[in-house]
């Protein structure tokens, strides 16, 4: 049950919530458009960092989205099943754990991000696809735990 009213319409609601402030929705619509358009990072370890947000936010939009631009046949039922188990599951390239580990960190616990973490991550990722993950993982832990905490990810019809 939405925490909030949703304005009537034909779209989806957590797209005709956006009616409310349709100010903010402009640059939600930006955000995403840049996550799912433009990232440089391969669709497959952004994908499984965005299973990996979806999990710790409990967005039931989130954990359900396979619809990501590029990510027919780069990922199967199998792959998004195991990213709580990224450290063990034999199915990811290292550049693929690392993707799952800084969505992880990043949402649950930024203060472990240290120098350590990042020179790892530094020599998988260049600079710049450091810099669009990690817009990617800010903008799915936001716009995804704003759908759930309303309580409009329950109330969309997933399919």
């Known amino acids: 049950m939405p925490q909030i009213d949703i ?28 996550i799912y358009d433009q990232s440089i990072v391969p ?13 710790i936010n409990d967005c039931a939009i989130c954990r359900q989205w396979r619809s990501t631009p ?3 046949g780069q990922l199967t039922e199998t792959d998004y099943a195991h990213v709580e188990e990224w450290q063990s599951h034999s199915g990811y390239s290292e550049r693929e754990r690392l993707a799952i580990e800084y969505a992880e960190r990043f949402a649950l616990d930024h203060h472990s ?10 020599a998988h990722f260049s600079d710049a696809e450091i810099l669009d993950l990690t817009v990617c993982v800010g903008g799915w832990l936001a716009l995804g735990r704003t759908l759930h905490v309303l309580g409009i990810d329950g109330y969309c019809r997933i399919g």
């Open 7 to 34: 304005p009537e319409g034909h779209a989806d609601p957590e797209v005709r919530v956006w009616a409310l402030r349709p100010e903010m929705g402009v640059g939600a619509a930006a955000l995403s458009h840049a």
């Open 43 to 55: 669709v497959r370890e952004r994908e499984l960092a965005r299973m990996r947000i979806a999990l």
């Open 70 to 72: 590029g990510a027919d």
């Open 113 to 122: 991000l240290d120098d350590d973490f990042f020179g790892r991550l530094r």
